[in-house]
């Protein structure tokens, strides 16, 4: 594979952007080489500037659901950008999408559209303390809700990737606010409830753990969040950017029946371009300004071609089927992967909701992030270019999911499932 172009654009980006990226996990640090740089996406296959084709389980992080360059969505977006491609200002794609949102996602009465994940996130924090007047919050070790000061603490994603515990540049004072449970561990979260619920304005939670691989939620465990969050009046706050539209067209709520008061999402509801948005109850959304006293604004939320893109993506999401295909693809991928690692007797612990994928290099289980990190991330290495030497390109973490698209088809899965075969025989 030659690699001659984006060796020479990754050293011309180190004198520019720090790390050469604009996205720590992307630069290959976990999984040692140089990024490739790509030059073009189409379906599941993108190439790179030297030419290298390869099937794409990255997806963007996970908005490109119905694969790159999807022509209906194409279409959307060129049609939105002939009326230009900004207006600060209000717009009908602006109603049309946040009224399909919240037809489609249990929990919300009313949307807020914002431009990125961390910046949705953030807002719903700032609001759930204002609505409960109180200062702390609860997360969980190795979920990820973005870059804001203080959600920076025991945080998954590219923190997890790099090894970095705590972010430096986040001040004592913002991080004593807040407090953090091993994920799908009820008892040690009880403990910390009780110990500071007349504190805790917000519990933040990914219900489908997606930055430290993929990890499930226990059968108990989302809904006993939601019945000790209702007994002590602290809000629930769900992170969807993931797992909202991806596990179920209602998000991880609709598939686990557990109904938050506030939801975050983003990714997917964008079609590809930058989004995010936070919703729940009327009567909690109602404070934001200028209904109610919380400040928050954007220069490009409700950006016209961002709906656009994200309209119609969620409008061909809600074809018959789609969801129905999409899980029988990701299971014939996860067991494909399960015997291949099997037949090589490499110790390999799978997870599976919908189209995220998991797969530890580890005897398992995998419960929280303690377990995610006794995982050979040196094995996961090798694994990663073994499959990229074979035309196949993973997330270059062990600490992300596996994902899939509208767009991979049979043949595409059993091309994957072949090189994986050839790949754990190398590993022993």
């Known amino acids: 594979m030659k690699t001659i172009r984006s060796r020479a654009l990754f050293q011309r980006a180190n004198s520019f952007i720090p790390g050469g990226v604009n996205s720590p996990v992307r630069a290959f640090r976990s999984v040692g080489g140089d990024p490739l740089f790509i030059k073009q996406a189409k379906g599941i296959l993108l190439e790179d500037v030297d030419g290298n084709k390869f099937l794409d389980y990255v ?3 996970g ?3 119905l694969g790159h360059a999807n022509s209906q969505v194409l279409k959307a977006i060129n049609c939105a950008t002939k009326r230009g491609t900004s207006y600060g200002a209000p717009c009908e794609g602006e109603v049309e999408l946040t009224q399909l949102i919240v037809k489609t996602v249990p929990s919300i009465d009313q949307i807020r559209l914002v431009n990125s994940g961390t910046e949705a996130v953030m807002s719903a924090i700032r609001l759930a303390r204002a609505y409960t007047k109180r200062d702390s919050i609860l997360k969980f070790e190795g979920c990820y809700h973005g870059h804001a000061d203080h ?3 025991k945080a998954g994603s590219g923190v997890a990737t790099l090894g970095i515990p705590d972010s430096p540049g986040v001040p004592e004072s913002f991080a004593r606010h ?3 449970a091993p994920y799908n561990d009820i008892k040690a979260t009880e403990k910390l409830i009780h110990k500071n619920a007349q504190k805790l304005g917000a519990i ?3 219900p489908v753990a997606g930055n430290m691989g993929v990890v499930p939620p226990n059968d108990e465990f989302l809904e ?3 019945m000790i969050t209702k007994k002590y009046d602290i809000l629930l706050i769900f992170d969807e950017v993931i797992t909202g539209f991806r596990v179920h067209v209602g998000g991880a709520q609709a598939l686990y029946k557990v109904i938050p008061d506030l ?14 948005a936070y919703g729940g109850r009327k009567d909690i959304m109602q404070m934001i300004a200028p209904a109610g006293p919380v400040y928050q604004a954007g220069t490009l939320s409700g950006n016209p071609v961002a709906v656009a893109a994200g309209l119609e993506t969620i409008r061909l999401l809600k074809r018959p089927g ?3 295909d999409l899980e029988k693809r990701s299971k014939l991928l996860a067991e494909g992967l399960g015997e291949a690692a099997k037949r090589a007797k490499i110790s390999f612990y799978q997870t599976r909701v919908g189209s995220m994928l998991g797969g530890f290099f580890t005897e398992g289980p995998v419960t929280d992030y303690a377990g995610a990190k006794k995982s050979d991330t040196a094995r996961y290495a090798k694994f990663f270019h073994g499959m990229l030497n074979h035309g196949v390109y993973l997330a270059p973490s062990q600490f992300e999911a596996t994902l899939l698209s509208t767009a991979h088809t049979n043949r595409h899965i059993q091309q994957t499932i072949t090189a994986a075969q050839e790949v754990f025989s190398k590993l022993r």
């Open 178 to 180: 807040t407090l953090t």
């Open 263 to 276: 939801t975050i999402l983003g990714k997917i509801i964008g079609g590809g371009l930058p989004i995010g």
């Open 322 to 324: 789609v969801y129905k």
């Open 224 to 226: 006993w969040l939601r």
């Open 204 to 206: 933040i939670v990914e």
């Open 59 to 61: 997806l963007s992080w």
């Open 151 to 153: 959600l920076l603490v």
């Open 63 to 65: 908005p490109m659901i």
